[in-house]
C-alpha cells in the first residue's frame, strides 16, 4: 500500500458545528445593522432561499463564491434603507466584515486540537473547504501547509478542483493523499473519485446511503488514529 503523505480536511462540521455559528452570525448581524440603520425586511427562510436562489441563477460564480453572495444579499435587503450608493456600499462592506467575524467564533469538537497536534508532526496537512473560514483566523493555521476554498478553485467540492489543488500544492501522488470529511459525496465520494483515500467523519452516526462500500470512519477526534491504520 501507498505510504500517505498528506491528509486533507474538511471545516465545518467536520472540526465544528456549522449550524449554531451560521446562525449566530446571521442574527447578531442583524441586530447589528438594525441599530445602526433602523428596521429591515428581512423576510422569512423561504424567501432568503429564494433570494439565494435568484441572485446564483443571475450570476453562477455566487455558487461557489460564499463571501460574494452574502454581500449580493446584503446590498438587496439594505438598498431600501438608503438611497445613497457609496453608504449603500460601505454599509454593505460593515456588514459582511461583521458577519465574517461572526462565522469565525466556533467551538471545535473535543480532541480536534490535540489530533491536529499530533498528526503535523507525522504528516503534511492540508485544508479543503467549500466554506470562507480562515484557519489563520481560528489559530490552528500553524498545523496546516495550505488551504484551499471554493473561491480558490472556482468550483465546490465533489468536482475535482479542491482535490487537484491539493495534488499541485502538495506534489503529492493522489494514492499519497488521505481526505477527511463529513459529507458522503462532496468529501468522501469527491476524494475517492480524484483518486485519493477516504475516512468519513459521522458524528452523528447516520447510515451511509451511497452506492460504493461505505469507507473508514470516525465519529470522534479522539479516535483519530485509525489514520495511522491507513497510513
Known sequence: MQKIKLITFDLDD?????????????????????????EVDWGNMESFLALRKDLAEKDPSLYWDLGKL?????????A????????????????????????HEIIFYDGVIEALEDLATRYDLGVLTNGNADINKLNIGEYFKFSVSSVDVKSNKPDKGHFQKALDLSGCDANEVLHIGD?????????????????????????????????????????????????
Open 14 to 38: 467536520t472540526f465544528w458545528d456549522i449550524g449554531p455559528v451560521i446562525i449566530n452570525a446571521e442574527l447578531s448581524t442583524r441586530k447589528w445593522l438594525e441599530e445602526k440603520v433602523g
Open 70 to 78: 452574502r454581500r449580493e444579499i446584503f446590498r438587496v435587503k439594505l
Open 80 to 103: 431600501p434603507v438608503t438611497s445613497d450608493e457609496n453608504e449603500l456600499k460601505e454599509l454593505v462592506e460593515e456588514s459582511f466584515n461583521y458577519f465574517l467575524d461572526k462565522r
Open 183 to 231: 459529507h458522503q459525496i462532496n468529501d468522501v465520494v469527491g476524494a475517492l473519485d480524484s483518486g485519493m483515500k477516504a475516512i468519513w467523519f459521522n458524528k452523528d452516526k447516520v447510515d451511509w446511503e451511497q452506492k460504493l462500500s461505505k469507507p473508514a470512519e470516525i465519529s470522534n477526534w479522539y479516535n483519530y488514529k485509525i489514520i495511522d491504520e491507513m497510513a
